[in-house]
């Protein structure tokens, strides 16, 4: 069978071998890296499953003939020399021989969490603070109009990616089925953290649809109403993410409802919390750790006072009045 393409492709540099980059189709991320001859390229294009060539054994494998954890291929590209390849795969299983997902789970260095913080700060110094009405025994509920948890003005790409990739990696090892986000400013965070986990994305609606769902009335710090929770089911485990956790009065009213229908919620996630509202605490005294990349506090009118709380960060900055 003639393959149009792989005569392109230039095995002369590795000596009849070039290196292949695994790439999850869905979540994007590396999962390992082998080596094709001519012979294992083609196998991988006419049956939809990564081969290579092992340069230790001498000879050609199928990735999971042993194991049984086999890698569909979606697509095949070459680089810019047609000496370097990436399969877009479906992983059937862990790749990597240890039983992780991905075989690069090693870290030498790694600056993320920095960067993610001075991004963070310069964020909020866009920021505007202005007062509503209160909700849920609360008189005033003061706002913070900021880029995450209300994209005004627009977050960097780069911010939100590494927000997402510090929540998801919180969740470690482990089966998720569903990720759970209310409908609101939170869904871009939770799409891009539903695609670091390979999970689903289940949106709690604020309008009720004639399917079946469970319903779940709330009241935040700014307003009430009823949530309505579609697409999850009793025994499934899930992650619930949020832009912001203030009093917790929506997360409180979304987790207690799966709960009552014994969905496991395996941790909570946001980008930011603002803890003198106590959500934060009201949800741990349920045994709820809260993951948030920064905790926000409104010192007077215009100081907001920003903590990372796993390092004990801190910065301060002064923001905007309407």
Not at 198 to 209: E, T
Not at 240 to 247: A, G, L, M, P, R
Not at 250 to 276: C, F, T, W, Y
Not at 291 to 313: C, F, H, S
Request: one cysteine or more; proline letters at 5%.
């Amino acid at each position: 069978m003639r393959i149009e393409g792989l005569e392109r492709v230039d095995f002369s540099k590795g000596g009849g071998l070039v290196p292949v980059i695994v790439v999850d189709a869905a979540t994007r991320q590396i999962l390992m890296l082998g080596y094709a001859d001519r012979e294992a390229l083609r196998r991988t294009v006419e049956t939809g499953y990564a081969h290579f060539y092992s340069r230790s054994r001498g000879r050609l494998w199928m990735k999971g003939e042993s194991s049984g954890n086999k890698v569909r291929v979606l697509k095949v590209e070459y680089d810019c020399d047609s000496d370097a390849i990436v399969y877009y795969g479906v992983p059937e299983g862990p790749v990597c021989h240890t039983g992780k997902y991905t075989c690069f789970h090693n870290t030498l260095t790694d600056d993320s969490m920095k960067t993610m913080w001075r991004l963070i700060v310069d964020a909020f110094r866009e920021a505007v603070v202005y007062r509503r009405k209160g909700y849920g025994g609360l008189d005033e509920y003061r706002y913070i109009v900021n880029p995450l948890s209300d994209n005004i003005p627009p977050p960097s790409p780069l911010l939100q990616s590494l927000i997402a990739d510090y929540l998801a990696s919180k969740i470690g090892w482990g089966r998720v089925d569903k990720v759970v986000a209310p409908e609101a400013l939170g869904l871009p965070i939770a799409s891009l953290v539903a695609e670091r986990l390979g999970a689903p994305l289940a949106v709690v609606r604020k309008r009720s649809y004639p399917v079946h769902g469970w319903r779940a009335p709330y009241a935040s710090g700014y307003e009430e109403g009823v949530h309505y929770i579609y697409g999850v089911e009793s025994g499934e485990r899930v992650v619930f993410v949020d832009d912001t956790v203030s009093t917790g009065g929506a997360a409180l009213s979304i987790i207690g409802e799966l709960e009552r229908h014994d969905v496991n919620v395996a941790a909570i996630l946001a980008s930011m919390a603002k803890p003198q509202y106590g959500g934060v605490r009201r949800l741990e005294e349920k045994g709820y750790r809260v993951w948030r990349a920064v905790d926000v506090y409104l010192d007077g009118n215009k100081v907001v006072r920003l903590i990372q709380p796993e390092r004990g960060w801190e910065a301060v900055v002064e923001v905007k009045e309407p």
